[in-house]
């Protein structure tokens, strides 16, 4: 049985968002949805098509050839998890990379790529059972959405995590690199003028500094379970 309600979890870059989504779809039988994932695929195809580099930006040249950039998620049984698909190629691991994290922010701030994606996610969630996780999920895509959390983490802690991933991907970066990339990121993703990353009020705060999964996921659940069992009280 589907769960009639949407959840939406923003916050600030390599906080535990993905981790804590992933965990309640397993719960709750729900459907996971990276929105972040769909900007760093677009930001790959501009790589690819030269619209952006480190010395110049062609956003008309992007702005020509966005219908030929065709996102999806396709779900891989082996490891449980969904995939991104760029024009039916798996880049999944390829969007997590420093070179595309470099430059999703700026991707991220042009209005007609946001406009694209969000009419996306919004078609998504129509028929609710979704967690979707993001920078403006619970403010601008979905501030319907029954509940929201807006998680965050103290900035070394999560350059730390960031960059244990990536050297598990074997992305040769120094750990600097990686705070400063993180740094950059907040800063854009909070400052642009086109719904940027912001707390909802009704947006519940979950700090995940110093806090194991087990406990954060035991905070999360809790919140969930009371909505829950308030909605079937007054159904
Ligand atoms: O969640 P992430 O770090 O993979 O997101 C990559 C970038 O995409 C992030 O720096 C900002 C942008 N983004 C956004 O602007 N809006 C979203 N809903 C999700 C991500």
């Known amino acids: 049985m589907n769960n009639l309600i949407n959840i939406a979890i923003d916050g600030h870059s390599s906080c535990g968002k993905s981790t804590i989504s992933k965990a309640i779809c397993k719960k709750y039988k729900m459907i996971y949805i990276d929105t972040g994932s769909m900007y760093r695929a677009v930001t790959l195809f501009c790589l690819e098509n030269n619209c ?16 030929k950039c065709h996102v999806n998620f396709i779900y891989d049984r082996i490891d449980d998890s969904s995939k991104t698909f760029l024009n039916g190629r798996n880049v999944e691991d390829e969007i997590r990379s420093i070179r595309v994290s470099k430059f999703v922010s700026q991707i991220a701030k042009v209005p007609q790529i946001r406009k694209k994606l969000v009419d996306y996610q ?4 129509v028929d609710k059972n979704i967690v979707m996780d993001g920078r403006d999920i619970g403010s ?8 929201k959390f807006f998680v965050t983490a103290d900035v070394l802690d999560r350059a730390k995590r960031r960059f244990l991933q990536l050297s598990i991907n074997n992305d040769s970066i120094s750990f600097d690199e990686v705070l400063e990339n993180i740094k950059k990121r907040d ?4 400052t642009r003028s086109i719904n940027p990353l912001i707390r909802a009020e009704d947006a519940i705060l979950i700090d995940t500094t110093n806090v194991s999964i087990e406990s954060q996921n035991k905070t999360i659940f809790k919140i969930i379970n009371t909505y829950l069992a308030n909605e079937n009280r007054n159904r």
């Open 122 to 125: 919004r078609n998504m969630g």
């Open 140 to 147: 601008f895509v979905f501030p319907n959405a029954e509940i």
């Open 52 to 67: 952006i580099s480190e010395s110049f930006f062609d956003i008309s040249k992007l702005l020509n050839l966005i219908d």
């Open 187 to 190: 800063q854009s993703d909070s």
